[in-house]
T-cell receptor
Framework: DSGVTQTPKHLITATGQRVTLRCSPRSGDLSVYWYQQSLDQGLQFLIQYYNGEERAKGNILERFSAQQFPDLHSELNLSSLELGDSALYFC????????????FGPGTRLTVL | QKEVEQDPGPLSVPEGAIVSLNCTYSNSAFQYFMWYRQYSRKGPELLMYTYSSGNKEDGRFTAQVDKSSKYISLFIRDSQPSDSATYLCAMKGRILFGSEKLVFGKGTKLTVNP
């Protein structure tokens, strides 16, 4: 158990809807990364936040956005959902003492019907 | 050419076998190499992390990096049914323009049969 929590565990919604996924890092984790895992694409980096600021962007769609709050938890917002957005969404964190490694949360499984 | 290539398997071995998992990469900027284990419907769990070329051992697991060939391996000795999972290689470069993203292989699904 990495100590990183993600809510909800499962989410089922319809096309066109908007959802918010939440990630709570451990105490002292300043960096939060979001990844999407689908069967055909594998784990893809979406976006990174460091101490409240956006640090890097990957293959994140314009319909998706994220933020990191002062208490360092992060939210990933997915809007105008499409069937192809169905995937596992993970957040990962880097501990302050070792930014070379990342520890993953349990993920949120999103199903878009 | 993809940045990281990993044979998806599946790989099925008997209990006690030595397992070899491999990834190749094309970006010479990658400096840090990791292996993650992912059980079905769970988050990836960091198994091994290495920076330099050569071998790193941790219990039954040995990670090997050959930067000249752009090739990394994970060996599992005395494999157990509990090792059945998908193994993902991951790598990243030095911090360039603030990006610390990991680039993952697609994972190899391993089954260890009792």
């Amino acid at each position: 158990d990495s100590g990183v929590t993600q809510t909800p565990k499962h989410l089922i919604t319809a096309t066109g809807q908007r959802v918010t996924l939440r990630c709570s890092p451990r105490s002292g984790d300043l960096s939060v990364y979001w990844y999407q895992q689908s069967l055909d694409q594998g784990l893809q980096f979406l976006i990174q936040y460091y101490n409240g600021e956006e640090r890097a962007k990957g293959n994140i769609l314009e319909r998706f956005s994220a933020q990191q709050f002062p208490d360092l938890h992060s939210e990933l917002n997915l809007s105008s959902l499409e069937l192809g957005d169905s995937a596992l969404y993970f957040c990962a964190v880097s501990p302050l003492q070792s930014t070379d490694t990342q520890y993953f949360g349990p993920g949120t499984r999103l199903t878009v019907l | 050419q993809k940045e990281v290539e990993q044979d998806p398997g599946p790989l099925s071995v008997p209990e006690g076998a030595i397992v070899s998992l491999n990834c190749t990469y094309s970006n010479s900027a990658f400096q840090y190499f990791m292996w993650y284990r992912q059980y079905s419907r769970k988050g990836p769990e960091l198994l091994m992390y290495t920076y330099s070329s050569g071998n790193k051992e941790d219990g039954r697991f040995t990670a090997q990096v050959d930067k000249s060939s752009k090739y990394i391996s994970l060996f599992i000795r005395d494999s157990q049914p509990s090792d059945s999972a998908t193994y993902l290689c991951a790598m990243k470069g030095r911090i360039l323009f603030g990006s610390e993203k990991l680039v993952f292989g697609k994972g190899t699904k391993l089954t260890v049969n009792p």
